[in-house]
């Protein structure tokens, strides 16, 4: 988040970009006319790092919010002088007094802020529709509101971007200024590669990673990306603060058909909300390769979930998980050309306590696809530290290499 384009807005799922642009610049030294592809965009790591590295990238990214994000961030390209000029534009015009709100907000966004803190952020908002455009500098001003929306917010914000409104910031910052100090820092960033002549060279869809099929087959050199997790975090609700200050959704249950149902199926709500059935899904030719070890997790998360208070659906969750990403390398190994790799970061999981291993399943449902090579190198380990953990397994991070070679 201290990289230049990357910090214009923290998203909880990021990875790193150093390690990205690492990566990049070794292959590029092999290949010159290295074509990245990142299925799982996010907002825009790979893509930004492969334009530093001026190398050609594709994005997909469904999140219909995270893809506006992903594309105003590749905005950087913007005259430096149109963006500030747009910036002081909606200064003056927010700076008029107003004493009530121009827009009707959900009740979460009257939880989550101080009455002026929100009169000053509704005239930030208002000066930047009066003055939207369609335009990258309009949304790069759409982009700067949005990423202060949490730093001005008054209740107190979890690791994973929840909004805790029973919790409370000791110093939320004054929106006029954070605005204005989000505005200086995008502007030095567009400013500084514009003077570094750093092109321009991704595309970036909104669409959906399991069905590549406007993307040519044996078009992609490598693949850099971090899809969903297979533990329960709801994507969809990573960014509801911001959605519902934009008037995108009006509580939470909006969230299924605005962005959830877009996604790969990794949250027990998802599964849940698409009413998912266990048999069918185990029946699915997809999941064929590792059917009699999933078939066995599932049954046992099944009858765990009747332990459990919530009873959430792990068992449906990781049967359409799997369903869903072996779709997706599928697809991965068409688009892949014939030598070309894949650097999939990802983390298994233990819903229930019960663990899945999630690295192991992938490599089989890529060596079932086609690819001749996969390793798996371990980065970290994760939740150790809980107390409360009951799976024996400790889960970990790290990255999936595969190939269409054998790495012997």
Request: aromatic share 10%; with cysteine; glycine share 6%.
């Amino acid at each position: 988040m201290r990289l230049p384009i990357h910090r214009w807005f923290r998203f909880s799922a990021g990875f790193s970009g150093e390690w990205v642009s690492s990566v990049v610049f070794k292959k590029k030294q092999a290949n010159p006319e290295l074509v990245v592809l990142d299925p799982f965009a996010g907002s825009g790591t790979t893509l930004v790092e492969s334009n530093f590295a001026g190398v050609k990238s594709i994005g997909i990214e469904a999140h219909p919010y995270i893809h506006r994000i992903a594309k105003a961030k590749l905005s950087f390209q913007t005259v430096p002088l149109g963006f500030k000029e747009m910036v002081s534009r909606i200064l003056t015009e927010a700076a008029r007094p107003s004493n009530t709100l121009n827009y009707e907000y959900p009740e979460l966004i009257s939880r989550v802020y101080g009455d002026e803190s929100l009169l000053r952020l509704d005239s930030l908002r208002r000066a930047t529709e009066l003055y939207a455009e369609d335009s990258e500098i309009s949304e790069l001003a759409w982009l700067a509101l949005t990423s202060i929306l949490r730093l001005c917010a008054s209740a107190g914000t979890a690791q994973w971007q929840y909004i805790l409104p029973g919790k409370s910031k000791k110093a939320p910052l004054e929106p006029f200024f954070a605005y204005e100090k989000q505005t200086e820092m995008m502007y030095q960033d567009i400013e500084n590669a514009s003077l570094d002549r750093v092109e321009q060279l991704s595309t970036l869809h909104r669409a959906d990673a399991r069905d590549l099929g406007f993307l040519s087959e044996g078009s992609m050199d490598l693949t850099i990306t971090s899809p969903p997790y297979a533990n329960n975090y709801d994507y969809a609700d990573a960014v509801r603060l911001e959605m519902s200050f934009w008037g995108d959704v009006n509580s939470w249950g909006d969230l299924h058909k605005v962005a959830r149902k877009y996604l790969i199926v990794s949250s027990s709500q998802h599964a849940s909300a698409e009413k998912l059935v266990l048999e069918e899904l185990l029946s699915d030719p997809s999941v064929a390769p590792i059917r009699d070890e999933i078939a066995r997790v599932c049954y046992i998360l099944e009858a765990e979930r009747k332990n459990h208070g919530g009873k959430k659906n792990y068992h449906t969750m990781i049967a359409g998980y799997f369903s869903d990403m072996s779709k997706v390398l599928k697809e991965l190994f068409r688009v892949t050309t014939s030598d070309g790799e894949l650097y999939i970061v990802i983390g298994d999981s233990a819903p229930y306590g019960v663990y899945v291993p999630v690295d192991r399943w992938f490599s089989e449902l890529a060596l079932a696809h086609g690819f001749n090579g996969s390793k798996f190198e371990k980065l970290r380990e994760r939740n150790v530290k809980w107390d409360n953990r009951v799976h024996k397994v400790p889960l970990k991070e790290g990255i999936l290499n595969l190939s269409k070679k054998s790495y012997g």
